[in-house]
């Protein structure tokens, strides 16, 4: 299949990348970075996390975000819903797009959000219909479909189950994530061409941590496959707080080189994204973890 002309980036930084930060990191930095990605150019921010403050102390301050960042009409700039308190803190908030978070594997599942599957499925539902009712956009992230670090192989119709499932609640988009980042190529298009069977191929995105290596790799081999939406971090930030030595979600800046030396259109200025890797770095008091960034930088400065 041919590459797509156009990809959308959903930039999940100031969530993903963040909750795993164990210093606290003030609503004003986090407030800082997703106006820096929103000039950037970006049309989805995944931005706070309406969760239990004692399973995920860092998104504590969900609501003090969501009120002081700057909105561009158009992006929608959405956060984390387990459940109906996290649905309606979530709205009281403004978020644009609620997204309902399960897994592929009982193990991680039980691990993170404290029930089984099926029980998800029916936390999720009254979710669901909420956002539906309120015209709310609703997306499933569907975790550990390329491996879990608990039971570790998860069956390509394991994948499938949980995708058709969220199909049925009526989600918008769906998220295929390499939570713990094993994926490798050939694998990933197995595991992509199995959740195409149960949802269109246009509102499937692929969400890779980079652990091993191997996201980019991992992304064009979805491209290959159709999938045209992808997630990613700003400076390469996080990690999952229930996915012990995951490191986190491909860099966004390695994304957008890679998109741009293929020609393919995101919208997002790469420059703009550099600094803004650049100032959550140095908060952060590390160096960044994107390369292409890095390298940018160096250049700047040469
Ligand atoms: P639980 O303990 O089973 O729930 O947690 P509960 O309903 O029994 O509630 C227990 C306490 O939590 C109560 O407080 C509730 O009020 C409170 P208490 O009475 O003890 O003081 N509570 C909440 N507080 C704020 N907001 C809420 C909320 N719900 C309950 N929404 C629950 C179940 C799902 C809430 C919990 O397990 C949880 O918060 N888990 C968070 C897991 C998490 O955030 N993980 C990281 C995000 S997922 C991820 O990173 C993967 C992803 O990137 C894709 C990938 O890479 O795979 C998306
Ligand atoms: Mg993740």
């Given at each position: 299949m041919k590459l797509p002309h156009k990809v959308k980036i959903v930039e999940v930084g100031p969530r993903d990348g963040l909750q795993n930060e164990k210093e606290d990191v003030p609503a004003q930095v986090k407030i800082e970075l997703v106006n820096r990605l929103t000039a950037a150019g970006f049309s989805n921010i995944e931005s706070a996390s309406f969760v239990s403050p004692k399973w995920v102390p860092q998104m504590a301050t969900s609501k003090e975000v969501m009120a002081g960042i700057t909105r561009k009409p158009g992006v929608i700039y959405s956060a984390l819903t387990p459940n109906m308190q996290g649905f309606e803190a979530a709205m009281e908030a403004g978020a644009d797009e609620v997204v309902i978070f399960g897994a592929a594997s009982e193990a991680f599942s039980q691990r993170n959000i404290n029930c089984s599957i099926a029980e998800s499925i029916e936390r999720f539902r009254p979710v669901a219909e909420a956002a539906k009712q309120r015209g709310v956009r609703l997306r499933a992230s569907v975790s550990t479909a390329f491996g879990c670090p608990y039971q570790g192989e998860v069956p390509l119709d394991a994948v499938g189950d949980v995708v058709a499932r969220m199909r049925d609640l009526g989600c918008d988009e769906i998220d295929i994530a390499d939570t713990i980042g094993v994926s490798t190529p050939r694998k990933t298009q197995a595991v992509m061409e199995r959740a195409i069977r149960e949802f269109r191929i246009d509102g499937l995105s692929g969400h890779f941590h980079d652990t091993y290596g191997q996201a980019l790799a991992n992304i064009y081999a979805s491209m290959e496959v159709g999938i045209a939406i992808f997630h990613s971090s700003v400076s390469g930030l996080g990690g999952c707080p229930?996915?012990?030595g995951a490191t986190g979600n491909v860099a966004t800046e390695d994304v957008l080189y890679m998109m741009n030396g293929l020609g393919?259109?995101?919208?997002?200025?790469l420059d703009v994204v550099v600094d803004a890797g650049h100032f959550i770095s140095q908060f952060l008091g590390r160096k960044g973890a994107s390369r292409a960034g890095n390298a940018i930088l160096a250049k700047r400065t040469a």
């Open positions: 229930y996915a012990k393919i259109e995101t919208g997002i200025d």
